[in-house]
Each structure stands twice: as C-alpha cells, then as structure tokens.
C-alpha cells in the first residue's frame, strides 16, 4: 500500500495498521531487531499494535532478537506478541527505508522517461521500459 507515502503527514504506525486493518488486510507490524530497544520510549501505542496486530522482527546487524529481548523487562512482557525471524546474514542489513527512497526514485525517473517517448511510439511503451526492442 502506498497509504503512507499518500499521507501528507507522516502517520503513526499504529493509524497505518488500524487504515490497513479496515481496508481487509490481516497483517503485523514487521521491524528490524535494531529497532526493538526503541519501542519502549521511541514509539506510541506499542501495547495496542502487539495486542491488536502483533510484531515480526527480523534479525539485523547480526543481532541476538531473543537476547534482546530477555534482557529488557518491557520488551519481555511484549514477548508473547513478537515473533522473531533470522535473516540470512546477507539480507540483514538492507534497510526498508531505503528501498522505499529508491522506489520513489525510480518511480520518478520512469515517469520522467515515459515523457521522453514521442507519441507515435505509444504502443511500444511497455517493452521499450521493459528493454525488449528485438
């Protein structure tokens, strides 16, 4: 969905989850492991996201999920509604973040290159973006 990067504000994860939630979807919330010690004092409405949605964190940075989460008195109440998954080690620190930028990005550039095409090459539109020209 591109509620979010519709938004004019940037909204709360927590009104994104309750928008997505009323449109059908069934989801969670899905987070990096780096994340996690932030919930506590960085986010708003973390109870009512773990009791409503639940959270899937992806191990990053070579991170100990589990460990993390032992050690912290409030992120082990939360444990119940975490559900932990390891990463193999060469996707672990691709930042969502920066694939959203460089969706924007692209998306902007095929804009830009669908106005270079003439009109009489209408019709071709689709395989000259694809690269077929055979």
């Known amino acids: 969905s591109a509620y979010e990067l519709e938004q004019t504000s940037q909204p709360r994860s927590y009104e994104t989850l309750c928008w997505l939630r009323d449109q059908g979807y069934e989801l969670r919330l899905l987070m990096g492991s780096d994340k996690l010690p932030e919930l506590e004092h960085g986010w708003l409405h ?27 008195p409030y992120l082990r109440a939360l444990a119940p509604y975490i559900t932990i998954v390891h990463l193999p080690e060469e996707t ?39 690269g077929e020209t055979s």
Do not use: A, W
């Not at 973390?46 to 912290?72: A, K, T, W, Y």
């Open 46 to 72: 973390v109870e009512e996201i773990c009791r409503q949605f639940g959270i899937v964190c992806m191990s990053r940075s070579h991170e100990d999920p589990e460990r993390l989460i032992q050690n912290d």
């Open 92 to 130: 672990q620190d691709i930042s969502s973040t920066k694939v959203r930028q460089k969706y924007l990005e692209i998306q902007e550039d095929l804009k830009e290159l669908e106005g270079m095409l003439p009109e009489e090459l209408e019709g071709l539109k689709p395989q000259l973006l694809k």
